[in-house]
């Protein structure tokens, strides 16, 4: 019978073999590592004497070297065929004077004929990196015979055509040198990078049958493209790829600066030709190779439409040009119905979209100017009639820019409506269409992205075309020159019809509408400066068809159309008091009539969303009309007591009461103080006792029936219309009677507070009785500054700062319970 181990024992045996086979496999590793130190050749001599060769087993690790050998290999090699280079050029050039050229010739050609040989014989001995080395000599031996060749036979010959034809003859030998011994890398970039010259150096020296310089260009750029689509070797390829990129470069700005400076259709074929050349050569490059495809697609748009927009600026008006060149980018967009390649398709639209950037700022100073023109006539308001438009904008861009201005932002406006069709249209095939899968069953990840995409871009090119085709409408009085009044009733019309676009269309357009209908808005109620007819009539408009948006609009949309009513209302009822020839502090009170007309509507309104926004703005009119007011003392403060009568009317509603009520309260002590400051008044007391008397009587009443009402608004605004007028009356008071009695009221109140734990009686009695005995004290203190010695204040402000750092921490704490205590009061 057989025993058969338990699973134990059997998992122990086999874990006791894998220990052994470990160990075994540590030992034979660290054999490898010591016979591979071994082999290596030592890098330098070392003066020591040699130690004794190694056991069996390495006694411990080898430094490392700082370079490897086929590092140390390839300079020396690399240094060796440059000296032997400098040595044949010295040769050649200034050594062996006793020998004539011909024979340095004879000789340097036996010594080309030997470096170029000994590569074979070095690669059969498997020596790459040395048959490298006396490679490369021998390229630069040949450059050196062809110059033997010059000075021995040929001196009377044109240098550059010598060397035309010396670097087509170099480039052909050196590829056939190349291709006979491929394992050498330096030869076919060598005769890549020579083949640039032939050509362009041909085109420099002349002659009857030599090409222009760009088309040598070019033609040498059609050869990189070929070499670098179908040559073997990948180097050679890359290289290729550079080179086509330079020379092909280089020949289509030549020809893009010629047909730019082209002035007839005929001087413009030439440089056409040459570029739509260019634009097959790089079309065909981007076709073959989808690595190259980017650039190359991008390269032939650009080519196309530079050539035949060329050939449309010759023949049409000035000024006209860069229409030409949109409507040929416009076209290059057919090629999104074609069968071309993504990558190619992507690269062509790219150029498209790049011309038409382009075309976009030329005409972005004609839009500036049909804006901010009108901003010149604030200076001068209500003068003279503008005879036209460019006379009332003061144009300050070259009118040349102008006429194809409106055609240009037409035709930007109606692709990105082609666009936004465009995409809509994807995105609703690509969500009836069934879910792209992967090999798991899960959908991929492209089919997200794309549809996020076109979710982003559709709304952007639908706002972008609505942007467009508003430019293009507001730029057109400008252009045309229309008399004054059409101008202002156009941009009015256009105004209000995009205001109330907003109100009627979805997001994001709306909010595009809107906006631009609002900066319209603003643009043409500047225009409308120069005549009182023009004022009137679009101030009145527009306040009216934005209520009328507000009313139609919803959201933000709506806030902003109410917020602009308000401020159109605003000028509107300025512009009725500058008719009616009321002076600065007169028209304040006409301009009152807005927040007025707000805090009624806002009433009306209770808690929608646009009475806040709406009252906001109105309060704006309110502080306008308080600076117009200021240059007319009685004025100004009748103008503040009835800013504070809308603020107390305000103050009515639950919602408004806490802000409007201190509101309220300010501006009466305010609208008192300035009308006894007007009327010179010496003893105020008599007219702002009679006030807070009542003042405080109403608010203990307020505090009875509702103790949660904040000290502040039972007892403030009474104190502050007594105690302020008189401090500042104290102040310039030379008896001691008024300043004695405020500061017993002063100490009455703050003691009043501290009992009642009220914290405005405390605060404003405290705050008064503090300046009223620093204005009693003032005089002695000046005495006394006057007679202490110089340094000593100084010195006590150091003390002082050197105790109050000592106890920062305890004068932070006193000063949080002295906080504290006053936020626990009411």
Same mark, same amino acid.
């Given at each position: 019978?057989?025993?058969?181990?338990?699973?134990?024992?059997?998992?122990?045996?086999?874990?006791?073999?894998?220990?052994?086979?470990?160990?075994?496999?540590?030992? *034979?590793?660290?054999?490898? &590592?010591?016979?591979?130190?071994?082999?290596?050749?030592? %890098?330098?001599?070392?003066?020591?004497?040699?130690?004794?060769?190694?056991?069996?087993?390495?006694? =411990?690790?080898?430094?490392?070297?700082?370079?490897?050998?086929? &590092?140390?290999?390839?300079?020396?090699?690399?240094?060796?065929?440059?000296?032997?280079?400098?040595?044949?050029?010295?040769?050649?050039?200034?050594?062996?004077?006793?020998?004539?050229? =011909?024979?340095?010739?004879?000789?340097?050609?036996?010594?080309?004929?030997?470096?170029?040989?000994?590569?074979?014989? @070095?690669?059969?001995?498997?020596?790459?990196? #040395?048959?490298?080395?006396?490679?490369?000599?021998?390229?630069?031996?040949?450059?050196?015979?062809?110059?033997?060749?010059?000075?021995?036979?040929?001196?009377?010959?044109?240098?550059?055509?010598?060397?035309?034809?010396?670097?087509?003859?170099?480039?052909?030998?050196?590829?056939?040198?190349?291709?006979? *011994?491929?394992?050498?890398?330096?030869?076919?970039?060598?005769?890549?990078?020579?083949?640039?010259?032939?050509?362009?150096?041909?085109?420099?020296?002349?002659?009857?049958?030599?090409?222009?310089?760009?088309?040598?260009?070019?033609?040498?750029?059609?050869?990189?493209?070929?070499?670098?689509?179908?040559?073997?070797?990948?180097?050679?390829?890359?290289?290729?790829?550079?080179?086509?990129?330079?020379?092909?470069?280089?020949?289509?700005?030549?020809?893009?600066?010629?047909?730019?400076?082209?002035?007839?259709?005929?001087?413009?074929?030439?440089?056409? %030709?040459?570029?739509?050349?260019?634009?097959?050569?790089?079309?065909?490059?981007?076709?073959?190779?989808?690595?190259?495809?980017?650039?190359?697609?991008?390269?032939?748009?650009?080519?196309?439409?530079?050539?035949?927009?060329?050939?449309?600026?010759?023949?049409?008006?000035?000024?006209?040009?860069?229409?030409?060149?949109?409507?040929?980018?416009?076209?290059?967009?057919?090629?999104?119905? #074609?069968? @071309?390649?993504?990558? +190619?398709?992507?690269?062509?639209?790219?150029?498209?979209?790049?011309?038409?950037?382009?075309?976009?700022?030329?005409?972005?100073?004609?839009? @500036?100017?049909?804006?901010?023109?009108?901003?010149?006539?604030?200076?001068?308001?209500?003068?003279?009639?503008?005879?036209?438009?460019?006379?009332?904008?003061?144009?300050?861009?070259?009118?040349?820019?102008?006429?194809?201005?409106?055609? %240009?932002?037409?035709?930007?406006?109606?692709?990105?409506?082609?666009?936004?069709?465009?995409?809509?249209?994807?995105?609703?095939?690509?969500?009836?269409?069934?879910?792209?899968?992967?090999?798991?069953?899960?959908?991929?990840?492209?089919?997200?992205?794309?549809?996020?995409?076109?979710? !982003?871009?559709?709304?952007?090119?639908?706002?972008? &075309?609505?942007?467009?085709?508003?430019?293009?409408?507001? +730029?057109?009085?400008?252009?045309?020159?229309?008399?004054?009044?059409?101008?202002?009733?156009?941009?009015?019309?256009?105004?209000?019809?995009?205001?109330?676009?907003?109100?009627?269309?979805?997001?994001?357009?709306?909010?595009?509408?809107?906006?631009?209908?609002?900066?319209? &808005?603003?643009?043409?109620?500047?225009?409308?400066?120069?005549?009182?007819?023009?004022?009137?009539?679009?101030?009145?408009?527009?306040?009216?068809?934005?209520?009328?948006?507000?009313?139609?609009?919803?959201?933000?949309?709506?806030? /902003?159309?109410?917020?602009?009513?308000?401020?159109? /209302?605003?000028?509107?009822?300025?512009?009725?008091?500058?008719?009616?020839?009321?002076?600065?502090?007169?028209?304040?009170?006409?301009?009152?009539?807005?927040?007025?007309?707000?805090?009624?509507?806002?009433?009306?309104?209770?808690?929608?969303?646009?009475?806040?926004?709406?009252?906001?703005?109105?309060?704006?009119?309110?502080?306008?009309?308080?600076?117009?007011?200021?240059?007319?003392?009685?004025?100004?403060?009748?103008?503040?007591?009835?800013?504070?009568?809308?603020?107390?009317?305000?103050?009515?509603?639950?919602?408004?009461?806490?802000?409007?009520?201190?509101?309220?309260?300010?501006?009466?002590?305010?609208?008192?103080?300035?009308?006894?400051?007007?009327?010179?008044?010496?003893?105020?007391?008599?007219? #702002?006792?009679?006030?807070?008397?009542?003042?405080?009587?109403?608010?203990?009443?307020?505090?009875?029936?509702?103790?949660?009402?904040?000290?502040?608004?039972?007892?403030?605004?009474?104190?502050?219309? #007594?105690? %302020?007028?008189?401090?500042?009356?104290?102040? =310039?008071?030379?008896?001691?009677?008024?300043?004695?009695?405020?500061? +017993?009221?002063? *100490?009455?109140?703050?003691?009043?507070?501290?009992?009642?734990?009220?914290?405005?009686?405390?605060?404003?009695?405290?705050?008064?009785?503090? !300046?009223?005995?620093?204005?009693?004290?003032?005089?002695?203190?000046?005495?006394?500054?006057?007679?202490?010695?110089?340094?000593?204040?100084?010195?006590?402000?150091?003390?002082?700062?050197?105790?109050?750092?000592?106890?920062?921490?305890?004068?932070?704490?006193?000063?949080?319970?002295?906080?504290?205590?006053?936020?626990?009061?009411?």
């Amino acid at each position: 019978m057989k025993n058969v181990p338990t699973p134990a024992e059997e998992l122990a045996v086999l874990d006791r073999e894998l220990r052994r086979l470990d160990a075994r496999r540590a030992q *034979l590793l660290a054999r490898r &590592s010591w016979l591979l130190a071994a082999l290596q050749p030592p %890098v330098a001599v070392s003066a020591q004497p040699p130690s004794p060769p190694p056991g069996p087993w390495p006694a =411990g690790p080898r430094p490392p070297a700082e370079a490897s050998p086929p &590092s140390v290999q390839n300079v020396l090699l690399a240094l060796g065929g440059i000296l032997l280079a400098v040595a044949a050029i010295a040769f050649t050039l200034v050594s062996w004077g006793h020998m004539g050229i =011909g024979g340095r010739s004879a000789v340097l050609g036996a010594v080309t004929l030997a470096a170029l040989g000994t590569p074979a014989v @070095l690669l059969r001995r498997g020596l790459v990196s #040395t048959a490298e080395s006396v490679g490369v000599l021998g390229l630069v031996l040949m450059v050196l015979d062809a110059y033997a060749v010059h000075r021995v036979a040929l001196a009377g010959t044109d240098g550059l055509a010598y060397a035309a034809g010396v670097s087509a003859v170099l480039a052909g030998l050196w590829s056939a040198y190349g291709l006979a *011994l491929p394992r050498l890398r330096a030869p076919l970039p060598t005769a890549l990078v020579t083949a640039q010259l032939p050509l362009p150096l041909w085109a420099l020296a002349g002659g009857p049958a030599a090409p222009s310089t760009q088309w040598a260009l070019l033609l040498t750029a059609v050869a990189d493209v070929a070499v670098a689509l179908w040559g073997r070797q990948s180097v050679v390829r890359g290289f290729a790829w550079v080179t086509a990129s330079v020379t092909g470069g280089v020949a289509v700005l030549t020809g893009l600066w010629l047909s730019v400076a082209a002035g007839s259709p005929g001087e413009a074929a030439g440089p056409a %030709v040459l570029m739509l050349t260019a634009s097959a050569v790089a079309l065909c490059a981007a076709w073959r190779s989808p690595a190259a495809a980017p650039g190359a697609s991008v390269v032939a748009g650009l080519a196309a439409v530079a050539a035949v927009g060329g050939m449309i600026r010759t023949a049409v008006p000035q000024g006209w040009a860069v229409a030409g060149y949109l409507l040929c980018a416009t076209a290059l967009l057919a090629v999104v119905r #074609t069968s @071309l390649p993504d990558r +190619v398709r992507q690269g062509l639209v790219r150029s498209s979209g790049a011309v038409q950037a382009a075309a976009a700022v030329t005409a972005l100073p004609a839009v @500036l100017v049909s804006l901010a023109g009108p901003v010149t006539r604030v200076t001068d308001i209500w003068s003279t009639a503008p005879a036209g438009t460019r006379e009332a904008l003061s144009p300050a861009v070259p009118l040349a820019v102008l006429p194809a201005a409106p055609l %240009v932002l037409a035709v930007l406006a109606a692709t990105a409506a082609l666009v936004a069709r465009r995409l809509r249209a994807d995105d609703t095939a690509s969500r009836a269409a069934p879910d792209h899968t992967a090999p798991g069953g899960r959908p991929t990840a492209t089919d997200g992205r794309g549809g996020a995409l076109r979710a !982003l871009l559709c709304p952007a090119a639908a706002c972008g &075309s609505l942007v467009l085709w508003w430019a293009a409408l507001l +730029v057109l009085p400008l252009v045309l020159d229309m008399p004054y009044g059409v101008a202002v009733g156009w941009q009015l019309v256009l105004a209000v019809a995009l205001c109330v676009l907003g109100a009627t269309r979805t997001a994001p357009v709306a909010h595009t509408a809107l906006a631009c209908g609002l900066t319209g &808005s603003v643009s043409v109620a500047l225009l409308s400066l120069a005549t009182r007819p023009a004022t009137f009539v679009v101030l009145g408009v527009l306040p009216a068809a934005l209520v009328a948006a507000a009313f139609r609009a919803r959201g933000p949309a709506q806030q /902003a159309a109410a917020c602009a009513a308000t401020v159109f /209302a605003t000028g509107l009822a300025g512009a009725c008091a500058a008719a009616a020839g009321l002076p600065a502090h007169r028209a304040a009170l006409v301009l009152l009539l807005v927040p007025a007309a707000a805090a009624l509507a806002g009433a009306r309104l209770g808690r929608h969303p646009v009475a806040l926004p709406v009252e906001a703005t109105a309060a704006g009119a309110g502080a306008l009309a308080v600076l117009l007011a200021t240059g007319h003392l009685a004025t100004l403060a009748l103008v503040l007591a009835l800013c504070g009568v809308i603020a107390a009317g305000t103050a009515v509603r639950a919602e408004r009461r806490p802000a409007a009520g201190y509101v309220a309260a300010v501006l009466f002590v305010l609208a008192t103080w300035v009308r006894l400051f007007a009327s010179e008044v010496a003893s105020p007391e008599a007219y #702002t006792l009679p006030v807070t008397v009542p003042a405080l009587v109403i608010g203990a009443l307020r505090r009875r029936r509702d103790p949660q009402t904040s000290s502040w608004t039972s007892y403030g605004p009474g104190l502050a219309a #007594t105690f %302020v007028p008189s401090l500042f009356a104290a102040w =310039g008071d030379e008896h001691w009677l008024r300043p004695l009695l405020l500061g +017993v009221a002063a *100490l009455a109140v703050t003691l009043a507070g501290a009992r009642l734990r009220l914290q405005a009686l405390l605060v404003l009695g405290g705050a008064v009785l503090a !300046l009223d005995a620093l204005h009693e004290l003032t005089p002695y203190v000046v005495q006394v500054v006057d007679a202490l010695p110089r340094w000593l204040p100084p010195a006590v402000a150091g003390l002082l700062l050197l105790a109050v750092g000592a106890t920062y921490e305890q004068r932070l704490r006193d000063a949080r319970r002295l906080r504290e205590g006053l936020g626990r009061m009411r």
